[in-house]
Nanobody, 120 residues
Framework: QVQLVESGGGLVQVGDSLRLSCVDF????????MAWFRQAPGKEREIVAAITWNGESVYYPDSVKGRFTASRDNSKHTMYLQMSTLKPEDTAVYYCAASARGDYLRPDYWGQGTQVTVSS
């Protein structure tokens, strides 16, 4: 059973960096394609990174490309999102998600989310 728990969110200033973690307490993260999503108030949830099961390939939308880096350590059942040069528009609740079928946009499991607030 996948049990995803995000951590690392907080209040930061424009230009700061932050690293989010997503731990699968079910211990099966290595079996899943993983992704990070975010949802800002009044906006739809959007994907910000999608990473293959072995971490060799990662997709980023243009909005975060060059600033965000996703990685995973399957031995620790953990996925990371390193965020740099943060902007006010990065303010959102960030979620990690797992897909058994590699369908990043329709994952099977979600974490509870962690709030990231970027203050100007």
């Amino acid at each position: 059973q996948v049990q995803l728990v995000e951590s690392g969110g907080g209040l930061v200033q424009v230009g700061d960096s932050l690293r989010l973690s997503c731990v699968d307490f079910g211990g099966t993260l290595g079996q899943y394609a993983m992704a990070w999503f975010r949802q800002a108030p009044g906006k739809e949830r959007e994907i910000v990174a999608a990473i293959t099961w072995n971490g060799e390939s990662v997709y980023y939308p243009d909005s975060v490309k060059g600033r965000f880096t996703a990685s995973r350590d399957n031995s620790k059942h953990t996925m990371y999102l390193q965020m740099s040069t943060l902007k006010p528009e990065d303010t959102a609740v960030y979620y990690c998600a797992a897909s058994a079928r590699g369908d990043y946009l329709r994952p099977d499991y979600w974490g509870q989310g962690t709030q990231v607030t970027v203050s100007s």
